[in-house]
């Protein structure tokens, strides 16, 4: 009966599918039957999860018939970017002799910052986003911040996304962009199911008969952090939004397989904070990727790594340093507060395999004084 009443399946990211998702495209789609599928190999970066990029080398298997189409086409990112992407993936590459081109035409090149800590890394991050977008306050120009850059004019906050491996490493940043006042968003892939402040929406949206005035009002009595009350803002607006589609019976299990990132807005003029897994499927003009180091890209807990988790770590960074469309900066810190301690930390190996020709490298260039103390004139 499913068989006949869908006659064609479509199926993307094909290589993420776990074992019951392909039971049950194995019932849904007879030998020789229609199914469209879109994957690479090279971003499968949910094993912990379960998926199997197995099920995506077995493809043609199952359907010997199936027109296969290779895509080596690279319409987002520059020439740089790519060819760096590709040389960082090629120790754990799934596609051999893969051949990606750019069809970009510029040349800039990949940037490697080296921050002293943590906390420099995350200021080094707010200063460049001022410097790109030309300022956006007297304090940025009086700082020298806001030197603006011919390259990339017309910028606004949504073009720029800051990406990172852990939830852990976020805090530091929010703390950046809020003494700089630039508005952000930050999401990850975390189920919505999880977020601590869902079973408190929705008992309070219950309690109020799912009356969004009465739900407002008793939450605008609550004193919340800018970065929290965004969150309740968003959760809430997911709440209401989910309850006008399935009804309030079904929201714990939409919840349950929904993800913080699916919150995201797109339209919201604001610098992005996101996960490298939540940051799959999108695209920014600048991207930054912080905390490149040992133990972090890739994601290690003591002495325990395999050579399987290191290359699904490759590919998760390979996925990351693509979303750039226009720069790609990755920034790595002398010191971290990590895990409770301030620790020395090591750059990712992962760096060692882009070649100098495809980087620009930079080293704690920001100042701590003002550039000159004269007084600023209006004309």
Request: charged share 30%.
């Amino acid at each position: 009966q499913c068989r006949m009443r869908w006659k064609y399946v479509s199926v993307d990211e094909y290589q993420d599918l776990d074992e019951a998702q392909y039971l049950l495209l194995a019932e849904l789609v007879p030998p020789g039957g229609n199914i469209f599928a879109i994957g690479d190999p090279d971003q499968a970066i949910y094993g912990f999860r379960g998926a199997n990029v197995g099920f995506f080398h077995r493809f043609v298997q199952d359907h010997p018939d199936a027109r296969v189409v290779v895509l080596k086409r690279n319409y987002r990112s520059g020439q740089k970017v790519v060819r760096a992407a590709l040389q960082m993936v090629r120790p754990a590459t799934l596609v051999p002799e893969r051949v990606l081109e750019s069809v970009v035409s510029d040349e800039i090149p990949v940037t490697i910052h080296e921050a002293a800590t943590d906390k420099a890394e995350a200021e080094f991050v707010a200063a460049t986003i001022e410097r790109l977008i030309g300022g956006h306050g007297f304090f940025s120009v009086d700082s020298g911040r806001a030197a603006g850059d011919p390259d990339t004019e017309n910028l606004s906050f949504s073009d720029f996304a800051v990406l990172y491996r852990t939830e852990a490493q976020a805090p530091v940043i929010e703390e950046a962009l809020l003494r700089s006042g630039m508005p952000f968003q930050r999401r990850s892939h975390n189920r919505l199911a999880d977020n601590s402040l869902f079973e408190q929406l929705l008992d309070l949206c219950r309690s109020c008969q799912w009356n969004r005035s009465k739900v407002e009002s008793k939450l605008s009595e609550q004193s919340r952090t800018p970065a929290a009350k965004e969150d309740v803002e968003q959760l809430l607006a997911w709440l209401f939004q989910a309850v006008e589609l399935y009804g309030a019976d079904s929201i714990r299990d939409r919840a349950r397989f929904s993800c913080d990132v699916d919150m995201w807005d797109p339209r919201a003029d604001r610098i992005s904070l996101l996960t490298l897994h939540a940051a799959k499927g999108l695209e920014f003009p600048i991207v930054f990727i912080t905390g490149c180091e040992q133990d972090i890209l890739p994601l290690r807990f003591g002495n325990m790594s395999s050579p399987e988790a290191d290359d699904e770590e490759r590919r998760l960074l390979f996925v990351g340093m693509t979303r750039a469309q226009r720069r790609l900066i990755l920034s790595h810190s002398r010191m971290r507060l990590w895990r409770g301690k301030v620790r020395p930390m090591r750059p990712s190996p992962f760096l060692d395999d882009i070649e100098e020709s495809l980087i620009e490298k930079q080293r704690d260039v920001l100042s701590k004084t003002r550039p000159h103390e004269r007084q600023l004139t209006l004309f």
